[in-house]
Every structure is written in C-alpha cells, then in structure tokens.
C-alpha cells in the first residue's frame, strides 16, 4: 500500500511545478537582488514580480509585503516588532490562549521585558469571543494578535469583527494566518488586518520562506539589523529562489482554491461521519462547522495518542497528535486544555489534516484502519477496563 500522509499541517510536500519555477534561480539567476549589474537586477526582478503576484493575492500594495525565514519569523517580527516600535505608546498585548508557540512564546519573552500580555479564553469549540477582545483593551493596548485559523482544532476565528475593533481603537491587529493562506481567501482590508504571516511550506511551497505583510504605515521595530534590504525592514539577501517558488505556490493556491475547499471539506466530513458512525467513546475537538476544510482533530477515550499514531504509521497512515511542535513532549497540548478537555481526553487526540493528495480512498482506509488500532489499544488499556466495568455496574 503506498503510504497516506494525512499530516499537511505541519507541512506540504512541494509541488512539482513549484520546484521547477525555482530551478533556474539557483545556478543560472544566482545574482544577488542588491547589486546594480545585470546579474543583480535579474534577480530582483524576479523578486519584485514574486512580491506583485503575493500582494495582489491579499488585496496588499506589494511594498507592504516583507519576505522572511518562515512563519515563526514573521510572528516574532509582528509582535516584538510591534512592542519594540510602541513601547512609548503603551506595553499591552491581547492574545489567544490557543496561539502557535511562535506567538505566545513571543509573549512570553515580552513579559520578562515589563510587556503586559492578556491571554483570552476560547469557549469549547476554540472561539473566541469578540466582545472579550473589546473588553480587554485598556489605554495601554499597543497590538492584538488572534490567529486566523487554529493549526490543532482547525476553529477559524472571526478575524473580521476583531479586525473591526482594533480598527475603530486605532489599535494595530496581527493574524498569525500559515494555516489559510493559500488555502482560505483573505483580503487585508477587508478583514481589518495590520500585520498578517504566512509560510509558503504549508501551500505547497518550500521551507524555510514566509511572508509578513505590514499595512502601510504600521511602524516594527526591525529583528534583523544589516542591509538594508526588504525596504530596510529585514536585513539578509533575499532568498530568491524561495520567493519565486513561493508566489508560484501562491499562484497555483489561488487557481484551484474554491474547487478545493469544496472537495476537501467533503473529505473531511466524510472521514468524520465514518469515525462516528464506527467508533463509541470519540469526540470532535474544534468547531464542527467553523473549521478548516483540512482539519479532523479527534479525542479517543481511554488511550494514549501517540500509541495510535504509532499504530497507524506501522499500517502506513501518517497523521499526528496536534502540533508538530509539541508531539515530541508529553505535555497535554495547550489548545486542547484551553477548550476544556480534561487531561485524559487531551491526551488521547490525533489529527489528521488532509491535502491535494487525499483521495476518497485514503479516507475509507482510515476508517478501516482507525477502529482496528482503537480496539486493540484498548483491549490492552487498563483505563478503558475499569470504565466499562464502572458502566457494567452502573447498568445491574
Ligand atoms: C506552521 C505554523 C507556524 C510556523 O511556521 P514555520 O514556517 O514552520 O516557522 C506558525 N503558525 C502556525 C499557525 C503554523 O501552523
């Protein structure tokens, strides 16, 4: 059987036409974009028509656009970016409980600084709450940064209401967006967004190249000092050949976006309907409509997570237990506290995130394979024994 990958949120393979676009800037357009001779200029142009494709994709000016390293650069950039520019103005930061570590490790080391960070609750389904981001700004708030979509429960956020507020306080508003871009539309202004990251690897793009885009005016400390390249906002030579390959994947996102969600929301449903249907003892995490098209995140009673992802890599299917970042620690996953599970049920999540490649298939494969794993794990599980037992005498 060839192997299902049911990971892409921790990240996509590159698509073929992505690495060939990329190819001629390594050996034959290798010049650097800031030198004035023809081999530089080359380079730049290529650089400047990749920033035009990325920017007109989000309804941005492409000088509004900053390449970085990935989207963990782009949210470190954002929001001590933010702080280290307003410091003067005020030292609040709202957040989410439920950010990617690149955010709310960011915060973290802002405490140390003095910053104040607010850390919003989300309800059950991983929402939060508009009306909570209202009510937390103070005179001091210098930036709100609320994800677009969650990379573990997949919950997409009303970005537009919270967009909305920070706008009518004049308060900058940052959307850690690597889980939509490319695959959700987005546009800036019509969402109110300041300051949005993005990382071509999760659309089919290659790692280690991301995007912030900065509205016109929104004034960030820069993180990297040097040249003055990317407008004297982020100083290194370009990586010109993961710029190309990212507005390339942008492209191609953008050709086949509508038809995608679509297909791959069915997907999802399907695989959800059938896991239900077949399993006792399951729950949904995330919101059951509100969520990314790609995104099942399940918790399976009585059994350990990673001994089902173990399970079903052995059989060939690969997905995961939340984040990437924190499947190799044996910590309950944040998210997943932050809606409200009890540790035992967040220990026992998995994800699967679907992608291009997910076929009807792969998903009736894992509806075959996902029971087998689950019954076996817990006829071994002392856990699932005492929790039938209790129920068998609750029932006599
Ligand atoms: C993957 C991811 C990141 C980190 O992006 P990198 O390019 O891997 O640094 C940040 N935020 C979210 C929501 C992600 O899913």
């Known amino acids: 059987m060839n192997p299902i990958y049911m990971d892409h949120a921790a990240t996509t393979p590159t698509d073929q036409r992505v690495v060939e676009a990329m190819l001629p800037y390594f050996g034959e357009i290798y010049g650097n974009p800031s030198s004035l001779h023809g081999f530089g200029q080359e380079a730049r142009a ?3 028509a990749a920033r035009a494709e990325i920017a007109r994709f989000l309804g941005a000016k492409p000088t509004e656009i900053v390449f970085t390293s990935g989207g963990t650069e782009s949210d470190n950039f954002a929001i001590k970016g933010t702080a280290w520019a307003k410091r003067k103005r005020g030292n609040h930061i709202i957040t989410s409980a439920i950010e990617h570590h690149a955010v709310l490790e960011s915060c973290r080391f802002l405490e140390k600084e003095g910053f104040r960070v607010t850390y919003l609750p989300v309800d059950g389904d991983g929402l ?5 981001v209202a009510g937390a700004i103070t005179d001091q708030t210098i930036l709100i940064s609320i994800m677009h979509a969650n990379n573990e429960i997949g919950t997409i956020q009303p970005i537009a209401e919270i967009g909305r507020i920070a706008k009518e306080k004049g308060i900058g508003f940052h959307t850690d967006a690597v889980q939509t871009f490319g695959h959700l539309p987005i546009n800036v202004d019509e969402l109110n967004i300041d300051l949005l990251s993005a990382s071509a690897h999760k659309l089919y793009g290659p790692k280690g190249i991301g995007l912030l885009y900065i509205r016109k005016g929104t004034k960030l400390t820069p993180l990297m ?3 003055d390249q990317e407008n004297g906002r982020r100083a290194s030579t370009q990586n010109v050949p993961g710029i190309v390959g990212f507005a390339k994947a942008a492209e191609l996102a953008a050709a086949s976006m ?3 969600m679509a297909r791959l929301t069915s997907l999802r449903d399907r695989l959800i309907r059938g896991l239900f249907e077949r399993l006792d003892g399951i729950r949904l995490n995330g919101h059951p409509t509100r969520r990314l098209p790609n995104n099942i995140n399940l918790s399976v009673e009585s059994i350990e997570g ?3 992802i173990l399970s079903l890599d052995m059989m060939g299917i690969a997905c995961s ?3 990437a970042c924190t499947s190799s620690s044996l910590e309950p996953s944040h998210c997943l506290l932050a809606i409200g599970l009890p540790h035992e049920l967040s220990h026992g999540s998995i994800r699967f995130s679907l992608g291009k490649q997910t076929r009807e ?3 009736d ?4 394979a996902l029971p087998q794993v689950v019954g076996r794990l817990r006829a071994m599980s002392p856990l699932y024994d005492q929790k039938n037992l209790k129920e068998r005498e609750e029932s006599r």
Do not use: F, K, M, R
Request: net charge negative.
């Open 321 to 323: 237990t939340g984040s």
């Open 365 to 368: 494969a894992v509806l075959e």
């Open 128 to 132: 939060v709450a508009p009306a909570d």
């Open 306 to 308: 990673e001994g089902i």
């Open 361 to 363: 298939g792969d998903i």
């Open 258 to 260: 509508h038809e995608e």
């Open 225 to 227: 000092h040097g040249g």
């Open 46 to 48: 290529a650089v400047e």
